[in-house]
T-cell receptor, first 111, second 117 residues
């Protein structure tokens, strides 16, 4: 499994954009990059995933570096409900398909 | 979107007893489900992969005789913590993926908080 490096914590103000980085320099060519978040005392929640191209959905945007060794999850306007631990996880399609969680980034959103 | 239901949400049991946790995929079939454990202020730790109709695959260091997994149908996997002890107290979470909905990732249950007294 590809290893990931994320900041332990980040802080943002409400209504401002947030850029959450993830380094996955050992990613293989067939690994998709998944992002999940976990609010306190809840199961994780899917946010977004992508392979090479940047992706957008109603929750966030995912910017993937051209060499695929890093990616950035973008929350366009942070709200208090976005305060959570965010995890980026490379997954090999057609492999074990296991989601192995790292330590993630704890995002604090200030009112 | 895909929904995974986990039951119970919390349970308190006496030391030495067994506890069963259910994980259901409500609107899709799941040949594979995953079980995680999470201790306070730590990340999720994958315990095992539950395979419909066959034996579960356990991660290194997870006692298969203590954490019994049964995946008897395409929508239900159960985790039984046998002879529970206080150190088994944790937050247990299951997960599955709806392969028919490619644009979605993995869906997680809401978790079960187990307290062994």
């Amino acid at each position: 499994d590809a290893k990931t490096t994320q900041p332990n914590s980040m802080e943002s103000n409400e209504e401002e954009p947030v850029h959450l980085p993830c380094n996955h320099s050992t990613i293989s060519g067939t690994d998709y990059i998944h992002w999940y978040r976990q609010l306190p005392s809840q199961g994780p929640e899917y946010v977004i995933h992508g392979l090479t191209s940047n992706v957008n959905n109603r929750m966030a945007s995912l910017a993937i570096a051209e060499d695929r060794k890093s990616s950035t999850l973008i929350l366009h306007r942070a709200t208090l409900r976005d305060a959570a631990v965010y995890y980026c996880i490379p997954i090999t399609q057609g492999g074990s398909e296991k989601l192995v969680f790292g330590k993630g980034t704890k995002l604090t959103v200030n009112p | 979107g895909a929904v995974v239901s986990q039951h119970p949400s919390w349970v308190i049991c006496k030391s030495g007893t067994s506890v069963k946790i259910e994980c259901r995929s409500l609107d899709f079939q799941a040949t594979t489900m995953f079980w995680y454990r999470q201790f306070p202020k730590q990340s999720l730790m994958l315990m095992a992969t539950s395979n419909e109709g066959s034996k579960a695959t356990y991660e290194q260091g997870v006692e298969k005789d203590k954490f019994l997994i049964n995946h008897a149908s395409l929508t239900l996997s159960t985790l039984t913590v046998t002879s529970a002890h206080p150190e088994d107290s944790s937050f247990y979470i299951c997960s599955a993926r709806d392969w028919q909905a490619f644009n979605y990732g993995y869906t997680f249950g809401s978790g079960t908080r187990l307290t062994v007294v």
